[in-house]
T-cell receptor, first 113, second 113 residues
Framework: EAGVAQSPRYKIIEKRQSVAFWCNPI?????LYWYQQILGQGPKLLIQ????????DSQLPKDRFSAERLKGVDSTLKIQPAKLEDSAVYLC???????????FGPGTRLTVL | QKEVEQNSGPLSVPEGAIASLNCTYS??????FFWYRQYSGKSPELIMS????GDKEDGRFTAQLNKASQYVSLLIRDSQPSDSATYLC?????????????FGTGTRLTVIP
C-alpha cells in the first residue's frame, strides 16, 4: 500500500512570496490533515478535512494560509504572503474515517528568507 | 497548561537497557493515545496505539496507559542504537470541537553502544 505522498520535499522562498504544497493521502483514507512542525516542537494541526469538507481549521492562520481538497482526494496548502516565522516542516497525514491512527507523509521543509 | 507534556530529554541509555518515556495529558475525555517515532530529518512514524487502561506490548515496545492519572508511557526493552530518535506522544481531544490529535514536544532518546 502506497503511503502519503507530498511535494515538493524542500522549498526556499523570500518573505512575502507565495508557496503551495501538495498532498495525496493513502488510498481509502477519507480524512486528511495538514500540520506545521517547527524545529524542536511537536506537529501542530493546521486543518482537518473529511472527504472534501473542512472539519477543523481553528488553528489555521486564515489571513495568509489557505487549503483545499476539491475532489476529496489530494489537497493543497498555500501560504501567501510568507513570513519568516513560517519556516517549518509542513506535514500531511491521513486516516480512515472515525480512526485517530494517522499516517504521515515525508513532509515539505520550507525555509523563508 | 499544555494539552500534552513530555520531558524533552535528552534521555540516554546504554545499549540493551530499558528506555522509559513518559507523557501526561490534560483532557480527561481523551480516548486515543499514540506514540510516534521521529528520526532526525524524517516525518513521524506511528509505532504504538493504546485505548484502554493497562499495558499493550508489541515486540520490544510496551505502551502503558493510566487514565485516572492521565499518564501514558512507552517502554523500549533491549534498546538498540537504531532506537535513537525523538519519541512523540499524541493524544486525541475535542478541545477544538473536532476529534484531533495533540502532540507533545517529544523526548529525544539516545542509545549508547
Amino acid at each position: 500500500e502506497a503511503g502519503v505522498a507530498q511535494s515538493p520535499r524542500y522549498k526556499i522562498i523570500e518573505k512575502r512570496q507565495s508557496v503551495a504544497f501538495w498532498c495525496n493521502p493513502i488510498s481509502g483514507h477519507a480524512t486528511l490533515y495538514w500540520y506545521q512542525q517547527i524545529l524542536g516542537q511537536g506537529p501542530k494541526l493546521l486543518i482537518q478535512f473529511q472527504n472534501n469538507g473542512v472539519v477543523d481549521d481553528s488553528q489555521l492562520p486564515k489571513d495568509r494560509f489557505s487549503a483545499e481538497r476539491l475532489k476529496g482526494v489530494d489537497s493543497t496548502l498555500k501560504i501567501q504572503p510568507a513570513k519568516l516565522e513560517d519556516s517549518a516542516v509542513y506535514l500531511c497525514a491521513s486516516s480512515k474515517p472515525s480512526y485517530n491512527e494517522q499516517f504521515f507523509g515525508p513532509g515539505t521543509r520550507l525555509t523563508v528568507l | 497548561q499544555k494539552e500534552v507534556e513530555q520531558n524533552s530529554g535528552p534521555l540516554s541509555v546504554p545499549e540493551g537497557a530499558i528506555a522509559s518515556l513518559n507523557c501526561t495529558y490534560s483532557d480527561r475525555g481523551s480516548q486515543s493515545f499514540f506514540w510516534y517515532r521521529q528520526y532526525s530529518g524524517k516525518s513521524p512514524e506511528l509505532i504504538m496505539s493504546i485505548y484502554s487502561n493497562g499495558d499493550k506490548e508489541d515486540g520490544r515496545f510496551t505502551a502503558q496507559l493510566n487514565k485516572a492519572s492521565q499518564y501514558v508511557s512507552l517502554l523500549i526493552r533491549d534498546s538498540q542504537p537504531s532506537d535513537s530518535a525523538t519519541y512523540l506522544c499524541a493524544v486525541n481531544s475535542y478541545q477544538t470541537g473536532a476529534n484531533n490529535l495533540f502532540f507533545g514536544t517529544g523526548t529525544r532518546l539516545t542509545v549508547i553502544p
